[in-house]
């Protein structure tokens, strides 16, 4: 079995596509939060053993999983950066914007909370919240 930590920096570690590269910071962090929602639903399918143990780090709040939510975080915060430098976000603390959009989000990347909820009982779907909470942060409604 892999250890904790490559487990973390390896299979729950989304990165844009390049193509994201080109998109704005928009696209780019509905991306990214997607992609991690995606990852944590295919650990979810693929392994239940091995998705106990990403639940098991979230509750024991393990070094490897703190490390994954802190690079998702400096991600999200780069990205804020990057939209409002383009004039596409407004102006605001970047810090305080990433945590209010991860904490928005949460639902979709808590494996405590994807685990017990199956997706059909939101009413919302990821991709509606992902898009409401980016826009949140948007100079105008993105769609």
Sequence with gaps: MRSRRIFFESDLCF???AVGV?????VRLKETALGDHRLMLQA?????????????????NWPSFRNHYKRLYDGVGKLIHAGISAEEFLPR???AAASC????IGVLLDPRIVAELPSSQ???SAQQ??????AALARRDLK
């Design 15 to 17: 990165t844009a596509s």
């Design 22 to 26: 080109l998109a704005s910071a928009a």
């Design 44 to 60: 979810l399918r693929a392994d239940k053993r091995m998705f106990n143990l990403i639940v098991l780090a979230a509750e024991g």
């Design 93 to 95: 603390d970047v810090g």
């Design 101 to 104: 959009f991860c904490a928005s």
């Design 122 to 124: 939101f009413e919302i």
């Design 129 to 134: 919240l992902v898009s409401y909470a980016v």
